[in-house]
Nanobody, 125 residues
Framework: QVPLVESGGGLVQAGGSLRLSCTAP????????MAWFRQFPGKEREFVAA????????GYADSVKGRFTISRMTAKYTTYLQMNNLKPEDTAVYYC??????????????????WGQGTRVTVSS
């Protein structure tokens, strides 16, 4: 299976912004809901945000509400995560996932069938 490909991570100062991108194969993108997770060292992947196939339904972790925005562009088979007002505690490896799940399972990383390789985000204080 062709994996998802993330990009856009890097080093940024607290209060700054980054935009992550995730490009998927066409069939994966059009048939799946898409989401972003992050992983801290020694921890399991943590749900960040999800967007439905249609783009009409969005969900966010409480820790990022009001700061992060997930979106998807069908023409480019790409999902974005705009991250504003970044904090040092946002430092993690961010992963893009694709799932056929529902509003409950979309927050559970073990239910995802497709993943990218991850992109590292480092926020300095």
């Amino acid at each position: 299976q062709v994996p998802l490909v993330e990009s856009g991570g890097g080093l940024v100062q607290a209060g700054g912004s980054l935009r992550l991108s995730c490009t998927a194969p066409e069939r994966t993108f059009v048939t799946n809901h898409m989401a972003w997770f992050r992983q801290f060292p020694g921890k399991e992947r943590e749900f960040v945000a999800a967007i439905s196939r249609s783009g009409g339904n969005l969900g966010y972790a409480d820790s990022v509400k009001g700061r992060f925005t997930i979106s998807r562009m069908t023409a480019k088979y790409t999902t974005y995560l705009q991250m504003n007002n970044l904090k040092p505690e946002d430092t993690a490896v961010y992963y893009c996932g694709a799932s056929l799940g529902n509003s409950v399972t979309l927050r559970i990383w073990q239910t995802y069938r497709h993943w990218g390789q991850g992109t590292r985000v480092t926020v300095s204080s």
